[in-house]
């Protein structure tokens, strides 16, 4: 695989577990093993009922756009061949808010509310990145 | 330039998210889902702030007039952000001196009065935020600021609002209490804040018009306009509006994350 040009996450304690997951193309969220609250980023304390106890949960990767952006400046050069493009809050249906892509969609489709669900982007050998799509027909009817 | 801004997005950079100006659309984005703003909206901000740095020989755009149309047509920068939605990039400095009443009353300027403050942190990360659209930390940062100062709204004759962006300045007079959620447009027309307006707000041109010095731009401006030394943009009878008693300046960081709010009136 090339070298990949544009920025990486920055594995650490709390988010390996994370990364490790999209590996494996799936999200998983710590859960707080006393209130049940699914939260990110990760913390070593609930930020609903500060246990510390947790636990995690895989999401279904399925949701909604809480909002979103489109960039029309590549404020890093790597980017410039992807303008115009969008980044997204997705409220995943487990609660989560991520901070991610809507790919596969004309930026001048995305809406608010929008459905939505997790598409694998590959970009290393140790690193796969959770974007948004559309979501599909196929995949509602598996709801 | 892009090195440091990776650096301080963190794992946001990882999807092509830098800086303020994507946060702020962000919630930008949000607030015209929720209450049906948009750049109709904050065309009037910029606009009207620019009529004010075009009487201020120290403002970047002193000598650059911005209509409707010249807005209108103006670039995307991050949607629904265009370039003069965004505030400028300064060099330069302000200084503020602050001593006691007693004192001040011996100088040769005469001083602006701090007569109540207020602040209030949500602190929540953009992405994490339910209240990008509001109510944002201007809401019990004003009330505590009007309440130690035991005036209203309605006593307040002119506002230096942080307007890092034109969203940033409907949002806080919102969370204020000018007018209600989504009826900021109707606020802003005919000229509201804009010289011989009811309401004057940023009287320098502000952030997005004068020069980015963070809260002090704000500030410095509400004291200099107390104090009378504003020349051809001196807010009475030269820009045909109410030679001010009290004017109401806010500041705030992050991303809509911490808001502080101060009431300065004249001695």
């Keep these: ?143 | 330039m892009a090195t440091m801004l990776t650096a301080f997005s963190g794992d946001d950079a990882v999807f092509g998210h830098f800086g303020a100006t994507g946060g702020y659309a962000l919630a930008a984005r949000r607030a015209m889902y929720e209450f049906g703003t948009g750049p109709e909206t904050w065309k009037k901000i910029a606009v009207g702030q620019r009529k004010w740095a075009n009487l201020n020989p120290q403002a970047r755009m002193y000598t650059k007039p911005m209509t409707e149309a010249d807005y209108d047509n103006a670039k995307w920068v991050v949607e629904p952000f265009r370039l003069p939605d965004n505030c400028l990039i300064t060099d330069g400095g302000r200084a503020i001196i602050v001593t006691s009443v007693e004192r001040a009353r011996d100088l040769k300027q005469p001083p602006a009065v701090i007569m109540g403050m207020g602040q209030q942190h949500p602190s929540t990360e953009v992405a994490q935020s339910t209240w990008m659209a509001g109510p944002t930390g201007a809401e019990k940062a004003g009330a505590m600021a009007l309440s130690m100062a035991g005036v209203t709204l309605d006593d307040v004759d002119a506002c230096q609002i942080y307007d890092c962006f034109t969203y940033t300045v409907e949002i806080t007079l919102q969370d204020y209490g000018f007018f209600r959620p989504g009826e900021g447009r109707d606020w802003l027309e005919g000229g509201t804040i804009e010289p011989g307006g009811r309401t004057p707000v940023n009287t320098s041109g502000g952030l997005l018009s004068e020069a980015y010095f963070m809260g002090l731009t704000p500030i410095s401006e509400g004291a200099m306009q107390i104090m009378g030394r504003c020349g051809q943009r001196q807010l009475g009878p030269v820009t045909h509006t109410k030679r001010p008693e009290i004017i109401l300046c806010s500041d705030n960081g992050g991303v809509l994350q911490s808001h502080s709010c101060i009431l300065l009136r004249r001695l």
């Design chain 1, 1 to 143: 695989m090339a070298t990949y040009p544009k920025p990486l996450p920055k594995l650490n304690g709390d988010s390996s577990f994370f990364w490790e997951g999209c590996r494996q193309r799936e999200l998983r969220f710590q859960q707080c093993a006393a209130c049940g609250h699914v939260r990110w980023p990760p913390a070593f304390l609930c930020p609903q009922c500060h246990a510390t106890e947790v636990q995690w949960v895989a999401s279904r990767g399925v949701g909604q756009v809480y909002t979103f952006a489109v960039y029309h400046t590549a404020f890093h050069p790597a980017f410039t061949a992807d303008l115009p493009y969008v980044v997204a809050v997705v409220a995943l249906d487990e609660g989560p808010h991520l901070l991610t892509n809507v790919v596969g969609s004309p930026p001048d489709a995305v809406y608010c509310e929008m459905p939505v669900e997790v598409v694998w982007d590959e970009v290393s050998e140790t690193i796969t990145l959770p974007r948004f799509r559309p979501f599909s027909t196929s995949s509602r009817s598996l709801r």
